[in-house]
């Protein structure tokens, strides 16, 4: 069968009744995985002992090539999405990651982001910038080196990750917001302390509870740090108080510093799930649609481009996907669920 030439030029999206799920969620938000590879393996997300030098990543082939990634795009942007987040394993890894940003820049009309651990940040930024990203959200997981080191497992520095974010900042990149996961007994004496620096610099850290996302990092909720607890804890030293949502389905609850000086958020997916708001779908770095990040198994849209599927037929299949689905995994979320052998998030993304 021949293959449709790709349709990834600035033609107008034409905006549809965006579909609406089981729960009645629509659809807004896309997630895309553009590599399973990355230059960390921080103990919760790809522990060294399975993703060791013989791990099968996924061969070069299989990757959604741009034209794909930005042909997906332009049909979930017919659906109604209105953000793009870029992710992965690590995505300033892939090759000419700022020139697939530019091709959906070109899209128009989409809140695009990326989330980075921000290893590579400090060479990308300027390109990135250049090429139409506004914003970027970074991961670190503590400014103790020791702590930092021991978390991502291959002894990268906290000073490195420092200046990716300044150079970010330089680069025009903003809001830049910073992603804290929170490991009890690992790095829950880092939540005070980034909290005190973040505040000064004026970006916004979001601290994430630990979750069950695929089946290697050896969950267990006795490691879960409560956003409850990280609130009480920063509040004690700066007093903090509840503040509005920016839009419904935010996922971070927000928390003002009463003395005006800044605010964080804390993603709590485990203590009190957010599935009744959730309006993302996530692509994996192949090609698989997912309405969930604990999904145990993939719809493969990369199978219907490589067969020669029109926009139509595609927007049809999502549009039939998100219809059917009931998803809602952290309201019930049990011993049982959690041995399931779900996805992991390096293959998936955030
Ligand atoms: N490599 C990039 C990074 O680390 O920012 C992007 C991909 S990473 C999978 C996306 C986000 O998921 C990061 O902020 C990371 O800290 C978070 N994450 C990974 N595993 C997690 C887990 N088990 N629980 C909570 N968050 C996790
Ligand atoms: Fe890599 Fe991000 Fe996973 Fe850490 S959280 S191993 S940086 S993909
Ligand atoms: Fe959405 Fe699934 Fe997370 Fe619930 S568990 S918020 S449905 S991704």
């Not at 128009?108 to 090429?131: F, I, Y």
């Not at 080191?149 to 990149?173: R, S």
């Not at 917001?177 to 850290?205: C, D, T, W």
Request: hydrophobic share 40%.
């Amino acid at each position: 069968m021949t293959m449709p030439a790709p349709s990834t030029t600035a033609v107008p999206v034409a905006p549809q009744a965006t579909p609406r799920d089981r729960l009645d969620r629509p659809l807004r938000d896309l997630r895309i995985s553009v590599t399973d590879r990355c230059n960390f393996r921080c103990t919760y997300c790809m522990p060294k002992e399975v993703f060791g030098k013989d791990y099968p990543y996924l061969e070069r082939k299989a990757l959604l090539s741009f034209e794909e990634v930005v042909r997906i795009a332009r049909v979930f942007k017919g659906l109604g999405i209105e953000k793009i987040r870029l992710t992965g394993g690590e995505p300033l890894m892939r090759k000419d990651v700022d020139k697939l940003i530019a091709m959906l820049s070109d899209i128009g009309g989409l809140d695009l982001t990326l989330t980075t651990n921000g290893s590579l940040l400090a060479r990308k930024a300027v390109a990135l910038r250049a090429a139409g990203l506004k914003r970027v959200t970074v991961s670190l997981d503590s400014l103790d080196d020791a702590v930092f080191k021991a978390m991502n497992d291959v002894d990268f520095p906290v000073a490195k990750v420092l200046e990716g974010i300044d150079a970010a900042v330089a680069a025009g990149l903003k809001p830049i917001k910073i992603n804290m996961v929170v490991k009890r007994g690992v790095n829950e004496h880092s939540i005070v302390p980034m909290a005190r620096y973040f505040r000064e610099q004026g970006h916004i850290l979001r601290f994430i509870e630990y979750m069950d996302v695929g089946h290697t990092n050896g969950w267990r909720m006795d490691d879960v740090v409560s956003a409850r607890e990280i609130v009480d804890m920063i509040s004690k030293e700066m007093p903090l108080q509840p503040a509005d949502p920016n839009y419904t389905g935010e996922v971070a609850e927000r928390w003002h510093y009463k003395d005006g000086s800044g605010e964080i958020g804390v993603i709590a997916s485990v203590t009190q799930a957010f599935c009744r708001d959730c309006t993302r779908a996530r692509i994996s770095t192949e090609g698989k649609l997912y309405t969930c990040l604990f999904a145990t198994a993939g719809h493969d849209l990369r199978a219907l481009l490589r067969n020669g599927a029109s926009d139509d037929e595609l927007n049809t299949f999502v549009k039939g996907i998100w219809t059917r689905r009931g998803d809602r995994y952290s309201e019930i979320r049990s011993e049982k669920t959690v041995k399931l052998e779900k996805i992991e998030m390096s293959y998936i993304g955030g």
